[in-house]
């Protein structure tokens, strides 16, 4: 079977998704986030305020990269993953991509007890969230299979995507 790959905003249920699929399917799990924070052994916030969001994208885009090179994995993306065309042909090469969507409310609802979140640290979230959920768009628009988690379990998501993936 081919890599399944999750794109998608913040707090859309990449990782408990992917976590989830990669249990049922007998797959691996990765992220390319736990890929950055391990490499840069230290947080995403830190990598951020330290070395700022450009080192940041750099730093990801290797760890997309090295993600969709392996097989017989469930890849959550980070959320700023697709505005990278590479990134986005990477991902594509041997991954089936599923773009998981919600609604703002619902996206706030998740991150807001987290301070896990450089971008959404800031004085009014929501408008953030919408704002870059806007600019955002058309790049999330370009997965072939979207998936909208706003009132669905964990366990539902990952059925969906996993029928998806027996079409
Ligand atoms: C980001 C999303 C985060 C993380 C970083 C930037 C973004 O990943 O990569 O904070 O630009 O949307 P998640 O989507 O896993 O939260």
Redesign the pocket.
Known sequence: MKNIVLI?????G??AAGRRIAKRLDMRFV???DM?VKREKRP??RI?TEEG?AY?REV?KEAVKEAAAMDNVVI??????V?DEENMSNLGSKGVIVCLTASPEAIYER?KKYK?????NVEDPVSKIRE?LEA?APFYRRARYQVDTSDKTINEVAGDIIGIMKK
């Not at 959550?76 to 993953?81: I, L, R, T």
């Not at 896990?116 to 959404?120: D, F, G, M, N």
């Open positions: 998608g905003f913040m707090g859309t990449k990782s992220s390319t986030d950055i995403i916030t951020f969001e940041f990801e959550a993306a980070g959320g700023g993953a505005l991150t896990t979140r450089p971008l959404l870059l955002r």
